[in-house]
């Protein structure tokens, strides 16, 4: 069974930082891009971020350019999320989702989410 | 503002048909053929319902279909039963700048 579990949400200060992981099994984690979509409460979906299978390619919502950085290490199945220099307005619950295969621009499977809140 | 425009609500009574418009522009909805619908009931993660506009994954019933004219995306749920009450969120590919794009949402309700 395809799975995808995020974790490393928290309570974080305006300015502070955050690593969000989302481990993933039952499929061949390397051959599938994924995909961070956050849920603001009360609110609708918003694209984050992703990242190709490899790795070698990163995509960024203009939102979170230059303070989230997405990365995996196929090694571990893990998908990471680094957030840095964080804002109230990224408080949210984080998704980590697998990009439909052989490049399909769609999100497939998705995890439960974790918590994000930035709170002073 | 969502980049993707839905009505905020939808309704019907069991066994009779809606449809959810997503309204976009040529940049996304009207440029690609890559539109996604997702089901989200509360306090639970979105489950992919359409993708490619038209193209329902494996296990999703084949009361929901989806469509695409110029720039607007439609889903359609025909046969609406109690479980359909969710929230659905349209979906698009918006080009290799903006890469995706979501609908503000549309909150169905069964009657």
């Known amino acids: 069974e395809v799975q995808l579990v995020e974790s490393g949400g928290g309570l974080v200060q305006p300015g502070g930082s955050l690593r969000l992981s989302c481990a993933a099994s039952g499929f061949t984690f390397s051959s599938?891009?994924?995909?961070?979509?956050?849920?603001?409460?009360?609110?609708?979906?918003?694209?984050?971020?992703a990242i190709s299978g490899s790795g070698g390619s990163t995509y960024y919502a203009d939102s979170v350019k230059g303070r989230f950085t997405i990365s995996r290490d196929n090694s571990?199945?893990?998908?990471?999320?680094?957030?840095?220099s964080l804002r109230a307005e990224d408080?949210?619950?984080?998704?980590?989702?697998?990009?439909?295969s052989r490049g399909g621009h769609?999100?497939?499977?998705?995890g439960k989410g974790t918590t994000v809140t930035v709170s002073s | 503002q969502s980049a993707l425009t839905q009505p905020a609500s939808v309704s019907g009574s069991p066994g009779q048909s809606i449809t959810i418009s997503?309204?976009?522009?040529?940049?996304?909805?009207?440029?690609y053929n890559y539109v996604s619908w997702y089901q989200q009931h509360p306090g639970k993660a979105p489950k992919?319902?359409?993708y490619d506009v038209s193209k329902r994954p494996s296990g999703v019933s084949n009361r929901f279909s989806g469509s695409k004219s110029g720039n607007t995306a439609s889903l359609t749920i025909?046969?609406?039963?109690?479980?359909?009450?969710?929230?659905?969120?349209?979906?698009?590919?918006?080009?290799?700048s903006?890469?995706?794009?979501?609908g503000g949402g549309t909150k169905l309700t069964v009657l």
Not at chain 1, 106 to 110: A, E
């Open chain 2, 22 to 31: 997503c309204t976009g522009t040529s940049s996304d909805v009207g440029g």
């Open chain 1, 32 to 49: 599938y891009a994924m995909s961070w979509v956050r849920q603001a409460p009360g609110k609708g979906l918003e694209w984050v971020s």
């Open chain 1, 106 to 110: 769609y999100m497939d499977v998705w």
């Open chain 2, 78 to 96: 025909s046969g609406l039963q109690a479980e359909d009450e969710a929230d659905y969120y349209c979906c698009s590919y918006a080009g290799s």
């Open chain 1, 76 to 84: 571990k199945n893990t998908l990471y999320l680094q957030m840095n």
């Open chain 2, 48 to 50: 992919l319902m359409i």
């Open chain 1, 91 to 100: 408080t949210a619950v984080y998704y980590c989702a697998t990009l439909g």
């Open chain 2, 98 to 102: 903006t890469y995706w794009v979501f």
